[in-house]
């Protein structure tokens, strides 16, 4: 895996957390908008809406860049538009990059007893 690919994986990991915990207080602030005074649905609904175009432009670039299959790539899509989502994505691709250097660095002590 070169270095741009594993920064675009890395991006789309760390977006995953926040994006999810956004999702869930825009939905917190959604019945507290409706049961009481509290109104914090339009500041709430812009930062998850920022959240949620980073995760998106970090997936494509992740899925360009990992050449995952179609299955795989609509996968992480279709976790970011439900409401813990994120979470799951977070620790697959976390399991992911971790499986990735174990790779790289089995291939550098190869190369070096080569």
């Not at 979470?87 to 174990?102: G, H, N, P, Q």
Request: glycine share 8%; proline share 4%; hydrophobic share 55%.
């Amino acid at each position: 895996m070169d270095l741009k690919t594993a920064n675009a994986l890395r991006r789309l990991r760390l977006i995953s957390a926040p994006e999810a915990v956004s999702f869930l207080l825009l939905l917190v602030c959604s019945v507290l908008k409706r049961t009481t005074d509290f109104n914090a649905v339009p500041v709430m609904g812009m930062i998850h809406g920022v959240l949620f175009l980073l995760y998106v432009l970090f997936w494509a670039l992740a899925w360009r860049g990992a050449r995952w299959p179609l299955g795989r790539g609509a996968l992480f899509f279709v976790l970011s538009v439900l409401p813990t989502g994120g979470f799951f994505a977070e620790r697959m691709l976390r399991r992911e990059s971790e499986e990735s250097v174990v790779a790289a660095r089995a291939a550098a002590e190869q190369a070096v007893g080569a």
